[in-house]
């Protein structure tokens, strides 16, 4: 079964609107959890790593205040679109390794997210 | 920075066919490897996890290796079928860091 639970997985909304997704490890702590962003047709582009207990690490490119990442827990990591607009549509996924580095990294199922 | 690249990009079989998948990386200090499968519009699913002292890895009818220092790993594919139909992607860990590959898009044709 599903080791890392994603919610919600699609979400259609108007623009302007800010919008949360939830990302569980289930059975397991997760200290570390990362979120991606996927274009059609394209390969997942790592945004974050987000950190229980600290600040998020952003990679290059990616606006913090755009995406706001909360990793309030062992086990429960958010990402908050802020002010969503046409441009943010994407498939959004976070994972979490189980485990230190050489353990396998679990997906959630991804959401699907639509600005009108 | 890692680069992952992987090669075709896009590849079409009739049933039955064994296959390869490419996948090539730039920086040999890595964790591990994993290959995953995406369905359209769906997340990612594990399929096999080599790590960076194994050399290959199997489960049923697929078969990952690694090369860490000519910086490729394959996924070998046995006996094809439609309902292996996917994108395929490999991931290489650096540090703590994950990086994908461009994918290849399968379809085996019944």
Redesign the interface.
């Known amino acids: 079964g599903a080791v890392v639970s994603q919610h919600p997985s699609w979400v259609i909304c108007k623009s302007g609107t800010s919008v949360k997704i939830e990302c569980r490890s289930l059975d397991f702590q997760a200290t570390t959890m990362f979120w991606y962003r996927q274009f059609p047709k394209q390969s997942l582009m790592l945004m974050a790593t987000s950190n229980e207990g600290s600040k998020a690490t952003y990679e290059q490119g990616v606006e913090k205040d755009k995406f706001l990442i909360n990793h309030a827990s062992l086990t429960l990591s958010t990402l908050t679109v802020t002010s969503a607009h046409p441009e943010d549509s994407s498939f959004y996924i976070c994972s979490a390794p189980m485990g230190g580095a050489y353990q396998p990294q679990h997906f959630g199922d991804g959401t699907r997210l639509s600005i009108l | 920075k890692q680069e992952v690249t992987q090669i075709p990009a896009a590849l079409s079989v009739p049933e039955g066919e064994n296959l390869v998948l490419n996948c090539s990386f730039t920086d040999s200090a890595i964790?591990?490897l994993?290959w995953?499968r995406q369905d359209p519009?769906?997340?990612?699913?594990?399929l096999l996890?080599i790590?960076s002292s194994q050399r290959e890895q199997t489960s049923g009818r697929l078969n990952a290796s690694l090369d860490k220092s000519s910086g490729r790993s394959t996924l070998y594919i046995a006996a094809s079928q439609p309902g292996d139909s996917a994108t395929y992607?490999c991931?290489v860990?650096t540090?703590?860091?994950?990086?994908?590959?461009?994918?290849t898009s399968l379809t085996v044709i019944p």
């Open positions: 964790y591990n994993q995953f519009g769906k997340g990612l699913t594990s996890l790590q992607l991931a860990r540090g703590n860091q994950f990086y994908f590959g461009t994918g």
